[in-house]
C-alpha cells in the first residue's frame, strides 16, 4: 500500500484493497456433506473392523512379551478399552436392526391397510430387558445377574431409608 502523510486528513470514502475471508464449514452440520446415515455408514466403514481386530491381535502379543509392570498395565487398558468399544457396537448394532425389522414389519402392515403402530421409549426398553433375560437365561448367568441386580437396589433402599442417628 502507498504510504500518505499522517498530516493530511483521511478521505472520508478511502479506497481498502478487500481480502477475502476464508469461510470453514464443519462437515457435520453443513448441508453440503448431506444427511447421517449410519447404514450407509457401516457399509462404508465396514473395513475398519478387521483394522481394529488386527490391532487389538497386536495389542495382545505385545502384551505377552512385554516385562515393564507399568508398560503392561497401559496395555492391559488399551485392550479392555477396546474390547468394550467393539462390545458396543454389536450392541449398537443389533439395536439397529432390531429396530429396522420392527419397522419392516410395521410398512408391512400398513400395506396390508392395517394402521401404523409405534413403539414408546418405555416399551422398547421394556422389550430390550426382556431379550436380555432371554440372553442370560440361556446363557445360564440369570442367577448371578438377579443377585447382583438385588444387592444394588437394598444398598439403594438403604440410602433412602433416613439414617438411625436421627431417629
Known sequence: PLEMSAKRPVPFLRQVVSVTKKVHR???FDDLSGE???EIFMKT???LDSVRKQEKEMVQKQLKKCRDVGQKEKLQ???NRMTQQEQT???QQKLRERELSFKRKQRELAKQGKKPFFLKK???LKLELAEKYTELKK???LESFL???RKRNAIKDKHRLPSQKNL
Open 139 to 141: 446363557s445360564g448367568k
Open 147 to 149: 443377585n447382583k441386580k
Open 26 to 28: 464443519d462437515p457435520r
Open 122 to 124: 418405555s416399551e422398547k
Open 45 to 47: 466403514y465396514s473395513f
Open 77 to 79: 487398558q488399551l485392550l
Open 89 to 91: 457396537r454389536k450392541k
Open 36 to 38: 447421517y446415515k449410519p
